[in-house]
């Protein structure tokens, strides 16, 4: 048992200490613009360079974790993440910066590609649920965390204090993770194994023409001209993948398409991409409700979004363990509807009391909580061992996708319905009823999207085994 812990907190180490950077990074963003005299426009590549590191070296992680085993890749991307940002924290220009967070993005890649994996392996297959449900508790106990601690550390210490207790918490990780002990990891690669380089050039081209086309559109005053070119780059690029991966002879490619014949990856996947898009406005867009609809101070703010983590902490574990004895689909259902009704809430924000996003943070957190980790054990069922790493990393981009596609398109609607052409949410002074009035309007679509959502989960009914074992013997 107390390998069992030891193991599992060196495994929750490295995803807290991730989460605790993204997160204090947004909070520090402010005060590293002043203190380098960056503009707004330009202290945006900070987190974008990040983003778009660890996206492009996701799938390449993943199928490296299933060639040399999970626990040897995330030793690595701990060990990377904590030189490159203690390296970050010591940073005088914006140019070093940005370069120390994108190397930080390849080890956090190999982080978030295998932390899953790890957990899952650790369990027995018949507590996975109950296994991601702890995983996700993590995650909401770090969102607690995170905003409370950075405020503390950026107000006391100054940005610079961030990284370093980032720094301190990967050690600390780094020194439980060596005693990892996981079942049947695998420990070295066959000899015949070639690396998918050309799938892993067009993943990585398709994923930054992607990233980049949206964060130039929503950091240079709305120039559509970035969509116009970037999406039809990405288009052709993920095509060529597409197509590369389906056709080559490698006996590894980055990722086995197969896989999407199976309803339970390919419906499960897209619910799970979807889900994201449609509940990122929520994170990104509740606070400029509060504090420039509402008039709350950023500490009160910090209040009302608290229930939303304290119910994601909560219901992972238990969703994880029911899952594990009646099966995922009634708490699928369950938890899609939770989180339809949180996005639901706010196309009322112009009749209800500022209360109301306490309410809609709970039901978000809940049905995140319970959603996210059935879901996510859903998909799982349709997986042979062999590909639990790249599987994870592409579970890992569809949430990082589906946030950054969901920001870039509420905030495009708000700034629409405001009729102003600036993207920076703070600087906007329209009338208060309007402000609100706008935000609200913004979540038709993610409204729209929830509820797509839930009906395909009602879809998606539970696969007996032999069903699974057959599919992989044809």
């Known amino acids: 048992m107390l390998e069992l812990i030891i193991s599992f907190i060196g495994i929750a180490s490295g995803q807290f200490a991730e989460l605790v950077d993204n997160t204090m990074l947004n909070l520090a963003l402010p005060t590293i613009s002043n203190d380098l005299n960056i503009d707004l426009s330009l202290i945006q590549w900070i987190p974008i360079s990040f983003v778009l590191a660890t996206s492009s070296f996701l799938l390449p992680m ?90 503390y550390i950026i107000d006391n210490f100054g940005w610079r204090g961030i990284f370093n207790f980032v720094s301190i918490l990967t050690i600390l990780g780094l020194f439980f993770s060596i005693f990892i002990k996981l079942n049947n990891p695998k420990k070295t690669k066959p000899l015949n194994y070639e690396f998918d380089w050309q799938g892993t050039l067009l993943s990585t081209i398709s994923l930054s023409s992607l990233i980049i086309s949206i964060s130039m559109y929503t950091t240079s005053n709305w120039n559509v001209i970035w969509l116009i070119t970037g999406i039809p780059i990405t288009g052709i690029f993920l095509l060529l993948f597409i197509l590369w991966e389906k056709h080559n002879k490698l006996s590894n490619p980055l990722i086995d398409l197969k896989l999407f014949n199976h309803k339970s990856f390919s419906l499960g996947s897209i619910v ?76 009322f924000a112009t009749i209800l009391n500022k209360e109301f996003v306490m309410v809609a943070y709970a ?32 579970l890992t981009l569809t949430r990082t996708s589906g946030n950054i596609i969901g920001i870039s398109i509420s905030t495009a609607l708000v700034l629409v319905f405001v009729s102003i052409s600036n993207n920076e949410l703070d600087n906007i002074t329209p009338d208060t009823l309007n402000y609100i009035s706008s935000i609200s309007k913004a979540f038709i679509l993610p409204a729209l999207l929830s509820i797509i959502t839930f009906i395909l989960t009602i879809s998606l009914k539970d696969e007996k085994k032999n069903k699974i074992l057959n599919f992989y013997t044809k």
């Open 62 to 151: 993943g199928k490296l974790s299933d060639i040399y085993s999970s626990k040897k890749i995330y030793l690595i991307g701990l060990i990377l993440f904590g030189i490159f940002v203690t390296l970050a924290g010591r940073s005088e220009i914006l140019i070093t910066l940005i370069l120390f967070k994108s190397l930080q993005g390849i080890g956090s890649a190999a982080i978030q590609s295998n932390v899953m994996v790890m957990v899952i392996q650790l369990f027995q297959k018949q507590d996975r649920g109950t296994s991601l449900g702890i995983f996700m508790s993590i995650i909401g106990i770090g969102s607690i965390a995170s905003p409370v601690i950075g405020g």
């Open 272 to 347: 799970r991409f979807l889900s994201f898009i449609a509940n990122s406005p929520i994170y990104y867009l509740s606070p400029f409700l509060l504090i420039n609809g509402y008039g709350l101070s950023s500490s009160k703010t910090g209040i009302y979004i608290l229930p939303g983590p304290i119910m994601m902490a909560i219901s992972g574990p238990f969703a994880g363990k029911v899952s594990d004895k009646i099966g995922s689909y009634f708490p699928r259902i369950a938890g899609a509807l939770c989180l339809s009704i949180s996005v639901s809430l706010y196309l």
């Open 363 to 394: 039901f978000q957190g809940l049905g995140m909580g319970i959603f996210s980790t059935v879901n996510t054990s859903y998909i799982f069922t349709s997986v042979k061992e062999d590909n639990y790493g790249s599987v994870n990393a592409f």
